[in-house]
């Protein structure tokens, strides 16, 4: 199949664009009987939605809660259920700190791709706890919003952090939406271990690929970005990245790698950060709860955290992705 180069190029996974910074976990009290927690967003397919997981912060008082799909205006939620039943009760115990929970709804949801809707969890009796939210920069979409018994208010800085489930069991993506369970960062350097750390990834269709992006705080020694084939060892493409390139801050990076490479469709390769000092690399990367919650990030569960040290074999987590995207030149025609 012949491969046609793209104007401009694509970025993939798309979402490494929405992060300005070190990403964090948020959260949003409901303290009262009253309070609510919203979220609007369009529907990522056409079908039924059946479950909501979304995920709590610190729980002071459990209670039960009320998780519905509702109609919104202005992406707020309106306080009125999309069908019958569209909404599930959820206990949470004092115990259920940082815990996900996928709520099953009473009748499924039919949706339409595009459709606007939201995600309300609402408080009842004396339950004192926070939902989890990801701490964004102060513009992000779709918006958090906070109901305080009498009004819906935008929470800034906050991007929701939920996914969907439909009647096929599928996850399905909603863009700015971020359900990962935490943030963290990898020191890697020549002496670490693992000192080599990266992402194993692969896609349906044959692909070029000429360079990527990452987030980086400032780092502190040099590295090489490399990308290997699907042996995990013959090298493709490569580029030396210098320290001085980035003095200070998180950054976000973009690099062409040395040369080209037509990729095959369906087989994994991998893409990695080797340090070439004994000077820290910091590598940010996101972890979900189970792995079928990478299916709500673009390139689903096939764009993965891979690591290993003295280039050795390969260790790879299905759960975990580092915030890295590849700069795709050329697709089939």
């Known amino acids: 199949m012949p491969l046609i180069t793209i104007p401009g190029g694509v970025w993939f996974p798309g979402r490494i664009s929405a992060f300005a910074g070190p990403i964090s976990s948020g959260a949003v009290a409901m303290t009262a009987s009253t309070h609510r927690v ?13 479950k909501v997981r979304w995920i709590t912060g610190t729980v002071t008082t459990g209670t039960t809660v009320d998780v519905r799909l509702e109609t919104a205006t202005g992406w707020r939620p309106t306080g009125t259920l999309i069908g019958t039943d569209t909404n599930g ?17 009473t009748s499924g949801a039919t949706v339409t791709e595009g459709q606007v809707m939201a995600i309300s969890i609402n408080n009842s009796g004396s339950g004192n706890l926070e939902v989890g939210v990801v701490d964004r920069s102060t513009y992000v979409v779709p918006s958090v919003f906070s109901f305080n018994g009498t009004s819906w208010t935008r929470v800034a800085g906050f991007a929701p952090s939920f996914a969907l489930e439909y009647s096929d069991t599928s996850i399905e993506t909603v ?42 705080p400032a780092p502190a020694g040099n590295f090489d970005l490399k990308v290997y084939d699907s042996d995990g060892a013959t090298q493709r493409l490569t580029v030396s990245f210098d320290k001085d390139y980035v003095k200070l801050g998180y950054s976000t990076i973009s690099l062409y790698f040395t040369g080209t490479f037509d990729f095959l469709p369906n087989v994994f ?65």
């Open 38 to 50: 919203g979220f609007g967003f369009q529907a990522p397919k056409s079908g039924t939605i059946t």
């Open 89 to 105: 009760a959820q206990v949470i115990s004092s115990s259920n700190d940082f815990a996900w929970f996928d709520t099953t709804l």
């Open 175 to 216: 863009t700015g939406v971020y359900p990962f369970q935490v943030a963290t960062t990898t020191n890697v350097n020549t002496g670490t271990t693992p000192d080599e750390v990266g992402a194993k990834f692969k896609l349906p269709f044959p692909f070029t690929i000429t360079g990527c992006t990452f987030q980086c």
């Open 269 to 333: 390769y991998r893409w990695s950060i080797l340090p070439t000092s004994a000077s820290n690399v910091t590598v940010p990367d996101i972890e979900v709860n189970t792995a079928v919650l990478m299916d709500s990030f673009d390139g689903g569960q096939d764009f993965h955290w891979t690591q290993r040290t003295d280039a050795g074999a390969w260790t790879d987590t299905v759960i975990r992705r580092p915030l890295v995207g590849l700069y795709i030149s050329r697709l089939p025609a």
